[in-house]
């Protein structure tokens, strides 16, 4: 089954740019997402097909999706967006389709 | 508004049964497929079971095949998960999960999630 890798953690300073990136082999030829989960709560979609916002998400959000590697990058980063970060593909190469996710990112804002 | 709001986790024996619900509201649930995800304790998040808008093709993650069934009823706006043989290791926070399509070709991603149900099997 297709594997989706993210590091454990990023870490990065108030006013800062954030970037979290989520690898796959060939994962440029897939749709990714992106989901915010802060501690205790449900996950929330911050990004959709690569680089798609919903309209309740701020613009500092965005996504990109090239070669290897998915990356959800965060502008101007507040202390309101320290959270888990997760990204998912849809994947139909077995008998079903899949939903994948990675592992998760622990993003610490300094 | 979109709302899911899940019930019915709770504690139970290994090898036990268990039935959580779902209740949506502020959509019409029938013309959408649904899923459940869930997230055991400090873990990731994992996909469990989809099924498609009018009940008719459900699919599950390997782990639960065969002791896990979904299923839903759009009259009530409901959706249930029926887990038995349940094992220490299905311990985790069960999600309801909307999808923004109707069946497993074109639901891609996850639009709406539920705050979701505790279910702790353990001895």
């Known amino acids: 089954s297709y594997v989706l890798t993210q590091p454990p953690s990023v870490s990065v300073a108030p006013g800062k740019t954030a970037s979290i990136s989520c690898g796959g082999n060939n994962i440029a030829t897939k749709s990714v997402h992106w989901y915010q989960q802060k501690p205790g709560q449900a996950p929330v979609l911050v990004i959709y097909y690569d680089k798609d916002r919903p309209s309740r998400i ?15 990058t965060i502008s101007r980063v507040e202390a309101g967006d320290e959270a888990d970060y997760y990204c998912q ?14 592992g998760g990112t622990k993003l610490t804002v300094l | 508004q979109v709302q899911l709001v899940e019930s019915g986790g709770g504690v139970v024996q290994p090898g036990g049964s268990l039935r959580v619900s779902c209740a949506a509201s502020g959509f019409a649930l029938r013309n959408y497929a649904m899923h459940w995800v869930r997230q055991a304790p400090g873990k990731g998040l994992e996909w469990v079971a989809f099924i498609r808008d009018d009940g008719s093709n459900k699919y599950y993650v390997d782990s639960v095949k065969g002791r896990f069934t979904i299923s839903r009823d759009n009259s009530k706006n409901t959706l249930f998960l029926q887990m038995s043989s349940l094992r220490p290791e299905d311990t985790a926070v069960y999600y309801c999960a909307k999808s923004q399509g109707s069946d497993g070709g074109n639901s891609v991603y996850f639009d709406y999630w539920g705050r979701g149900t505790q279910v702790t099997v353990s001895s």
Not at chain 1, 58 to 72: D, H, M, Q, V
């Open chain 1, 58 to 72: 701020p613009e500092r959000f965005s996504g990109s999706n090239s070669g290897n590697t998915a990356t959800l």
């Open chain 1, 89 to 102: 593909v849809w994947d139909n190469s077995s008998d079903h389709p899949n939903w994948v996710f990675g």
